[in-house]
């Protein structure tokens, strides 16, 4: 109830976009530190289970991008460097994008 009653508000929040960009971040750079780049491998090669997330994960960010692209060309955003970014880090650069998306948006329908 609360989030349709907030849905207006949160709905395309760059600000909500980058804070939780920021914490995601914040809280990757534990196990970044503690176990390294590819500490995430073990994890999603171990089994069939760490194997099905693993291309859940892909699957869902590729789904992302053919959303968001589109959107982001019509502001004028640099695309393929973020879609490298993307693809290299998945939802570490994903909510960036989508922050940058909407606050350009919002400038946009502003001016």
Same mark, same amino acid.
């Given at each position: 109830?609360?989030?349709?009653?907030?849905?207006?508000?949160?709905?395309?929040?760059?600000?909500?976009a980058? $804070?939780?960009?920021? $914490? +995601?971040?914040?809280f990757?750079a534990?196990?970044?530190?503690?176990?390294?780049?590819?500490? +995430?491998?073990?994890?999603?090669?171990?089994d069939?289970?760490?194997?099905?997330v693993?291309?859940d994960?892909?699957?869902?960010?590729?789904?992302?991008?053919?959303f968001?692209?589109?959107?982001?060309?019509?502001v004028?955003?640099?695309?393929?460097?973020?879609?490298? $970014?993307?693809?290299?880090?998945?939802?570490?650069?994903?909510?960036?994008?989508?922050a940058r998306?909407?606050?350009?948006?919002?400038?946009?329908?502003?001016?």
């Open positions: 109830m609360l989030l349709l009653a907030l849905r207006g508000r949160v709905q395309e929040s760059w600000g909500i980058a $804070a939780l960009g920021a $914490a +995601f971040i914040a990757s534990i196990p970044i530190t503690q176990e390294g780049y590819l500490g +995430f491998l073990p994890n999603h090669t171990q069939l289970w760490g194997t099905q693993w291309y994960l892909i699957i869902c960010v590729v789904i992302s991008l053919i968001i692209v589109p959107r982001a060309k019509a004028g955003m640099r695309v393929p460097l973020w879609v490298i $970014a993307v693809g290299l880090t998945a939802s570490l650069s994903l909510l960036p994008m989508v998306l909407f606050w350009l948006e919002s400038r946009a329908k502003a001016a």
